[in-house]
Nanobody, 114 residues
């Protein structure tokens, strides 16, 4: 397992942007990386994922607004969030999956005001 630490969350007005980062304690080579979020009173939901070959997938709710990317040299995965909406308010966490083993970060709060 690797340790994951997210950063970059905060308070932003609707229509604004934030860039989240998730740094792994070890190599992320050959690892599927993903972002998830959990809003108050709701179940955690998958947001986006990126494979080791940089193939990406997005939840319909964020498609066209969010972009996931990775920098293997920095052991980091990013989530660029544009055109933020109040319904994007949640704790965002990252995950890493390699050889059937999952690791999760603690999360970072994103709050979008209307």
């Amino acid at each position: 397992q690797v340790q994951l630490v997210e950063s970059g969350g905060g308070l932003v007005q609707a229509g604004g942007s934030l860039r989240l980062s998730c740094v792994a304690s070890g190599s992320i080579f050959s690892t599927i990386l993903a972002w998830h979020r959990q809003a108050p009173g709701k179940q955690r939901e998958w947001v986006a994922s990126i494979t080791s070959s940089r193939g990406t997938n997005y939840a319909d709710s964020v498609k066209g607004r969010f972009t996931i990317s990775r920098d293997n040299s920095k052991n980091t995965v990013y989530l660029q969030m544009n055109s933020l909406k109040p319904e994007d308010t949640a704790v965002y966490s990252c995950s890493a999956l390699r050889q059937g083993i999952s690791s999760w970060g603690q999360g970072t709060q994103v709050t979008v005001s209307s």
